[in-house]
């Protein structure tokens, strides 16, 4: 129980360490009332640019990577300490206990714990998540379908019912936060992946 609480702290307190709040802070620039509203890499592409996004994006996934390292450098024999420290590290970066729980949406960090976990799963469901994209024109398009096929996909692997459950409550979350996108992509309201890319990837500072 301790090895498993030790992993919960060290995860969470990684994922609470919030680079686009930082940047906010840094700029004097409240961006939770602007672009997506969310402290997270999305956002940052789009009130600060491609330098601060990409920077951003690489510190967000890093953070549950260095949750997951760290807790099995600590606890080499315990599988599910890492990927509990992991999902942690996503939960952290959507309900930062200093920003009144409002953080960014997890996309990233999930990411991270993704590819730490398993670079070849990434891989497939990066390809995945771009095909639905390209298909349904809908950046969440990706976000859903990882936060669905990892849990199954991860857990089949390892054969380990904790972790599958660990990694389901995770994705909930996940989803939860992504339920927006569905209701603005109702209201015509969501910017198409394509727009999004052009603008702020491809065209942007």
């Given at each position: 129980m301790g090895?498993?609480?030790?992993?919960v702290?060290?995860?969470?307190?990684?994922?609470?360490?919030?680079?686009a709040?930082?940047?906010?802070k840094m700029?004097?620039?409240?961006?939770?009332?602007q672009?997506?509203g969310?402290?997270?890499?999305?956002?940052a592409f789009?009130n600060?640019g491609k330098?601060?996004?990409?920077?951003?994006?690489?510190?967000?996934m890093?953070?549950?990577v260095l949750a997951?390292?760290?807790?099995?450098y600590?606890y080499?024999d315990?599988?599910?300490?890492?990927?509990?420290?992991?999902?942690?590290?996503?939960?952290?970066?959507?309900?930062?206990?200093?920003?009144?729980?409002?953080?960014?949406?997890g996309v990233?960090s999930f990411?991270g714990l993704v590819?730490?976990s398993?670079?070849?799963?990434?891989?497939?469901?990066?390809a995945?998540?771009?095909?639905a994209a390209?298909i349904?024109?809908?950046g969440?398009s990706?976000?859903?379908?990882?936060?669905?096929?990892?849990?199954?996909l991860?857990g089949?692997?390892?054969g380990?019912?904790l972790v599958f459950?660990?990694?389901?409550?995770?994705?909930?979350l996940?989803m939860y936060?992504h339920?927006?996108?569905?209701?603005?992509?109702?209201e015509?309201?969501?910017p198409?992946?394509?727009?999004?890319?052009?603008?702020h990837?491809?065209?942007?500072?």
């Amino acid at each position: 129980m301790g090895k498993l609480l030790i992993c919960v702290v060290i995860g969470y307190l990684l994922g609470c360490i919030n680079p686009a709040y930082l940047i906010s802070k840094m700029k004097d620039k409240d961006i939770t009332n602007q672009g997506t509203g969310n402290l997270g890499t999305t956002n940052a592409f789009i009130n600060f640019g491609k330098v601060y996004g990409v920077l951003v994006l690489i510190c967000d996934m890093g953070k549950a990577v260095l949750a997951v390292v760290v807790s099995r450098y600590l606890y080499p024999d315990f599988l599910l300490g890492g990927i509990v420290a992991g999902s942690m590290a996503v939960i952290g970066h959507i309900l930062p206990f200093y920003n009144g729980f409002r953080g960014g949406k997890g996309v990233a960090s999930f990411s991270g714990l993704v590819l730490i976990s398993d670079w070849k799963l990434f891989l497939l469901l990066l390809a995945v998540g771009c095909i639905a994209a390209l298909i349904f024109n809908y950046g969440c398009s990706i976000s859903f379908t990882a936060a669905i096929l990892f849990p199954v996909l991860y857990g089949v692997k390892t054969g380990n019912i904790l972790v599958f459950l660990v990694l389901v409550l995770c994705s909930i979350l996940l989803m939860y936060k992504h339920l927006e996108n569905l209701r603005k992509i109702k209201e015509g309201a969501e910017p198409p992946i394509r727009e999004f890319l052009y603008t702020h990837i491809m065209g942007g500072s």
